[in-house]
């Protein structure tokens, strides 16, 4: 990867820890905040197309980034769930890119639903495998419910936002990327 690149990811990866910090503080409803970080992170993979394992790289400090500002129920759990998000976002994007205008859309749909599934998948497997802690207070039933509110009420409404935040920034990212060459 170049030097250029690599300043580019650290760059966004710091304006979308900045945005995710204020939006953590910002007077509105949670499922109104978007995910500043994944947005970041998807707009560096977009502009710059690294290869897997740089991908997997720009996750993983992007999961650093959200542990440390989180208010989540778990923040480790992000350096498991932003990987998996920022891998999901390379490949769809790669896939897509000379075949749809809304390619940046779609990738970062699919990095923060993979994301997003993968830390509340994340959380429910910590509550199961707790023996003696959490796991008597919750049935299959209840942990089917859980899945389902936070994918209506936190995933699918960041999933949105972010998808076009992503969209309306990568146009004029890209088209100031091509005429640093």
Do not use: D, R, T
């Given at each position: 990867m170049k030097s250029q690149d690599i300043a580019i990811i650290g760059i966004l990866l710091a304006v979308g820890a900045i945005a995710r910090f204020a939006a953590l503080y910002a007077p509105?409803?949670?499922?109104?905040?978007?995910?500043?970080?994944?947005?970041?992170?998807?707009?560096?993979?977009?502009?710059?197309?690294?290869?897997?394992?740089?991908?997997?790289?720009?996750?993983?400090?992007?999961?650093?980034?959200?542990?440390?500002?989180?208010?989540?129920?778990?923040?480790?759990?992000?350096?498991?769930?932003?990987?998996?998000?920022?891998?999901?976002?390379?490949l769809v994007f790669q896939a897509l890119k000379t075949r749809f205008t809304a390619a940046p859309s779609i990738a970062t749909l699919i990095a923060t639903f993979a994301s997003g599934i993968s830390f509340i998948?994340?959380?429910?497997?910590?509550?199961?495998?707790?023996?003696?802690?959490?796991?008597k207070a919750f049935n299959y039933e209840s942990l089917y419910a859980f899945f389902s509110a936070m994918m209506i009420m936190i995933v699918i409404p960041t999933a949105i936002i972010n998808t076009i935040i992503a969209q309306v920034l990568y146009i004029p990212a890209s088209r100031a990327l091509s005429r640093r060459s």
């Open positions: 509105l409803p949670p499922f109104l905040v978007p995910n500043f970080v994944i947005v970041f992170y998807c707009l560096a993979i977009m502009l710059v197309v690294p290869k897997f394992s740089q991908a997997l790289g720009i996750g993983f400090i992007g999961g650093i980034i959200s542990a440390l500002i989180s208010h989540s129920i778990f923040p480790p759990g992000n350096l498991i769930s932003e990987p998996i998000g920022a891998v999901a976002c390379l998948l994340i959380v429910m497997l910590l509550v199961m495998v707790a023996p003696g802690l959490l796991f």
